[in-house]
C-alpha cells in the first residue's frame, strides 16, 4: 500500500472522530521518510509535521500517525490493560493533537514527549473512569481490588520515558524496540514478525539499547548479549 494511500485513509476526519488502522499493522513514518543513514533529526521531522498539522494539513496527521499511532495505542494498552480502551485513548489523543497542534512548543518539549503525555493523561482518565463504574462481579480482581491509580500512574510515566527516548532512534531500531519493550514480543517473534533473520533484529535491538544507554540504565533495561 502506497504512503499516499495511507495518508488519505489515516487523516479522515468526519464527525469528529478518526478512521484509524489496526492496530497490529505496523507502520512507521510512510509519509515523512526520516533517511537514518543521513542523520536526519527525527525531531525536527515531528516538529515540521506537526507545523502542518496546526495549519489543517490532514494528510501531515496521517503521517504523525503513521510513526506514533501503533506506540500511543501500545502505551494506552500497557495502562489500562484493555484493547478497546487503548483504542478508544489512541483516537482521543490524535483527536487532541489534530485540536491543539497549533498550541505545541517546541521550545518547552519535544513532539515526542508532547504525543506520549496526551497518550497517558488519556489513559489515566479511562482508568479512573472505569472504576468510578459499577464493576460486575465476574471483572473483580481476585484479592476483591482494583489496581491503584498511582501504581498505574507510575508504571505510565516509566512508559512515556521510554517511548520519548524511543522516539530518538532511527526507524529500523524505533521498529524493533517498540515490539520487543510496548508489545513484549521475544527477539524470535520480532524478527517473525518483521521478516527479518534474527541476527539483523539482535544487532538492531543492541544498537538501540546502546542509543538509550541512560535511559535504559535508570529503567533496569538491558542490551541483548
Same mark, same amino acid.
Request: charged content about 25%; overall charge negative.
Given at each position: 500500500?502506497?504512503?499516499?494511500?495511507?495518508?488519505?485513509?489515516?487523516?479522515?476526519?468526519?464527525?469528529?472522530?478518526?478512521?484509524?488502522?489496526? /492496530?497490529?499493522?505496523?507502520?512507521?513514518?510512510?509519509?515523512?521518510?526520516?533517511?537514518?543513514? !543521513?542523520?536526519?533529526?527525527?525531531?525536527?521531522?515531528?516538529?515540521?509535521?506537526?507545523?502542518?498539522?496546526?495549519?489543517?494539513?490532514?494528510?501531515?496527521?496521517?503521517?504523525?500517525?503513521?510513526?506514533?499511532?501503533?506506540?500511543?495505542?501500545?502505551?494506552?494498552?500497557?495502562?489500562?490493560?484493555?484493547?478497546?480502551? &487503548?483504542?478508544?485513548?489512541?483516537?482521543? &489523543?490524535?483527536?487532541?493533537?489534530?485540536?491543539? !497542534? &497549533?498550541?505545541?512548543?517546541?521550545?518547552?518539549?519535544?513532539?515526542?514527549?508532547?504525543?506520549?503525555?496526551?497518550?497517558?493523561?488519556?489513559?489515566?482518565?479511562?482508568?479512573?473512569?472505569?472504576?468510578?463504574? /459499577?464493576? /460486575?462481579?465476574?471483572?473483580?480482581?481476585?484479592?476483591?481490588?482494583? /489496581?491503584?491509580?498511582?501504581?498505574? !500512574?507510575?508504571?505510565?510515566?516509566?512508559?512515556?520515558?521510554?517511548?520519548?527516548?524511543?522516539?530518538?532512534?532511527?526507524?529500523?531500531?524505533?521498529?524493533?524496540?517498540?515490539?520487543?519493550?510496548?508489545?513484549?514480543?521475544?527477539?524470535?517473534?520480532?524478527?517473525?514478525?518483521?521478516?527479518?533473520?534474527?541476527?539483523?533484529?539482535?544487532?538492531?535491538?543492541?544498537?538501540?539499547?546502546?542509543?538509550?544507554?541512560?535511559?535504559?540504565?535508570?529503567?533496569?533495561?538491558? !542490551?541483548?548479549?
Amino acid at each position: 500500500m502506497g504512503g499516499t494511500g495511507i495518508g488519505a485513509q489515516m487523516a479522515t476526519l468526519a464527525s469528529g472522530t478518526i478512521t484509524r488502522r489496526s /492496530p497490529g499493522t505496523r507502520a512507521y513514518n510512510r509519509l515523512v521518510t526520516v533517511d537514518a543513514e !543521513a542523520m536526519v533529526d527525527p525531531t525536527d521531522v515531528d516538529v515540521a509535521t506537526l507545523s502542518r498539522i496546526a495549519s489543517g494539513d490532514q494528510a501531515a496527521l496521517g503521517a504523525l500517525y503513521d510513526r506514533y499511532g501503533a506506540m500511543v495505542f501500545a502505551l494506552a494498552r500497557r495502562v489500562t490493560g484493555d484493547d478497546q480502551a &487503548a483504542e478508544e485513548c489512541t483516537q482521543d &489523543a490524535f483527536l487532541a493533537v489534530w485540536r491543539s !497542534a &497549533a498550541s505545541f512548543d517546541p521550545a518547552r518539549s519535544r513532539p515526542s514527549t508532547w504525543i506520549c503525555t496526551i497518550a497517558r493523561n488519556r489513559a489515566l482518565d479511562a482508568v479512573r473512569a472505569s472504576q468510578r463504574r /459499577p464493576t /460486575p462481579q465476574d471483572d473483580v480482581q481476585p484479592d476483591g481490588h482494583e /489496581p491503584d491509580v498511582a501504581d498505574v !500512574a507510575e508504571a505510565a510515566d516509566t512508559a512515556v520515558r521510554v517511548a520519548e527516548a524511543m522516539a530518538k532512534l532511527p526507524p529500523t531500531q524505533f521498529e524493533v524496540l517498540q515490539l520487543a519493550y510496548f508489545d513484549d514480543l521475544s527477539q524470535s517473534e520480532v524478527a517473525d514478525h518483521l521478516g527479518l533473520p534474527l541476527g539483523t533484529v539482535k544487532s538492531r535491538m543492541r544498537l538501540a539499547m546502546n542509543r538509550m544507554r541512560t535511559v535504559a540504565t535508570e529503567l533496569g533495561l538491558e !542490551a541483548p548479549t
